[in-house]
């Protein structure tokens, strides 16, 4: 199983500590050696460092630990290849453009049989279920609303019954982010956890490595971080019940309409384990 | 105006000499200090790093100059804002998708009461005419081949009219590729050379560096090189002739068709010095 790794802010924060046990776990602490990448936003900008060598051991990622890039929505992935070769363009996370906005996706599971129709205005590079996922999900929200993008409520009703009708096929846990917001759907395992003042000392799962962040931000400063397991050993993360999807904004969960995706046909997978507290 | 760098060649090689003289431009030899970007195609992938801080003090620059990423096509930018804030969204190249094929786009120039119609399928992220006018490029495409890929000669027929037609409105040299080819538009000012053995002793003109391609090639290589001035001062660098499009592949000009995009009505500017040679 991959591993994917996200974060959302009010303010513009770095993600070096929580990158810095993340990426052990491609080729250290786990084996997920199959590439990696991450795409930070910066205003409406975004910046996507891909790379197919194993997180632990590359220098790109030796940057991205190193060189605080401050960024409002991260989004992570370490691969662990199942459908695509290891390859740069089956690499997570993706990117395409829509409605003025660059969208960036990455993807936890394995789809099976899945193909479906697609108008060519979004086609896949690469050869992985994920990136096809990214493009249908695309392809059909620019079917549903043209070219103009629609509120929040709508766009998170139709990721929702899109979440649904793929997670039919096999695991669906991802990320996907406009820069204004990050939806996150879980399918079988993905956990968060939402920092504020007054902040607590945190020690990673991965790596012997605490931080005080109280030295490091603002009482008004507010970070949810969502992972496939949880990062740190000494705070209390909230496991995702399987089949929701979250839309986090500002640093939180916001809500925006029912967020169940479980159909009745919905091939249920064992949750996460819940003993991510300390 | 800003400083364009394309490489494309028959193997995939390392970009490390010539960017080291590049990077120096923003900011040291030369004042281009609003920011830069360099894209590098591997297979169908492509690996964009943007800074929107000076590449002359950019610590991604450095990761860039030291770890060697071999490609077949690269294309940097260094830019000197004209049009749009200096901001990551309007940082150069930009990346799109068409026909399941990533296009890198990077321009040097400025076009001015540049407002084309544009369908809504390919939208500009930021404010820049740059942006705008590779939306154009590919909304163009997208409309006029449908959802498949043209042979090579008519998408150069293609790109020739669409540069002669965007170029009417200013200074339009441009660098693009789709991993498989590196067009190449001059306007005004653009030079290129192309390496093969026996290879030269090739010295740095913004910074005291001298390599032997010899030691570190193949007598099969062929690598050529595009930049907006010559990059060294002992080689004999090709002034390109304002108006005109070159396709590049496997490391040297291929011919199309006529590349000529000069127009009775275009606006003649000074062509590029040329006095490159050593």
């Known amino acids: 199983m991959c591993q994917l790794l996200g974060m959302n802010c009010n303010v513009p924060t770095d993600i070096c500590f929580s990158f810095s046990g993340f990426r052990a776990r491609g080729g250290l602490t786990d084996h997920h050696r199959d590439g990696w990448g991450i795409a930070f936003f910066e205003g409406r900008g975004v910046r996507v460092f891909l790379d197919p060598a194993p997180s632990a051991h590359s220098p790109v990622a030796e940057l991205v630990k190193h060189y605080p890039i401050r960024s409002l929505n991260v989004i992570a992935h370490i691969r662990k290849a199942t459908q695509g070769e290891v390859r740069l363009e089956n690499t997570h996370p993706f990117q395409r453009e829509l409605w003025g906005r660059y ?3 990455a993807h936890n599971g394995n789809l099976k049989d899945f193909a479906p129709s697609l108008s060519g205005r979004f086609t896949p590079v690469g050869t992985t279920d994920s990136e096809l996922a990214f493009c249908f999900i695309m392809d059909t929200l620019a079917q549903r609303f043209g070219d103009g993008a629609p509120t929040p409520e709508a766009l998170f009703a139709a990721l929702r019954e899109l979440a649904c009708e793929i997670g039919r096929l096999g695991e669906f846990n991802f990320l996907l982010s406009d820069g204004d917001w990050l939806f996150v759907h879980c399918s079988s395992r993905l956990c968060y956890i939402v920092r504020q003042a007054p902040f607590p000392l945190a020690h990673l ?8 962040f109280n030295e490091v931000t603002t009482p008004e400063d507010r970070v949810a971080v969502i ?21 986090f904004q500002n640093g939180h969960p916001v809500e925006l309409g029912p967020g169940a995706t479980v159909a009745q046909d919905y091939p249920r997978t064992a949750a996460g384990d819940s003993s991510h507290n300390a």
């Open 205 to 212: 799962s991965d790596e012997d490595l605490t931080v005080d």
């Open 103 to 105: 969208w960036i996706f």
């Open 227 to 247: 992972a496939t397991t949880a990062l740190t050993d000494n705070e209390a993360w909230t496991d995702i019940p399987a089949g929701t999807l979250i839309a």
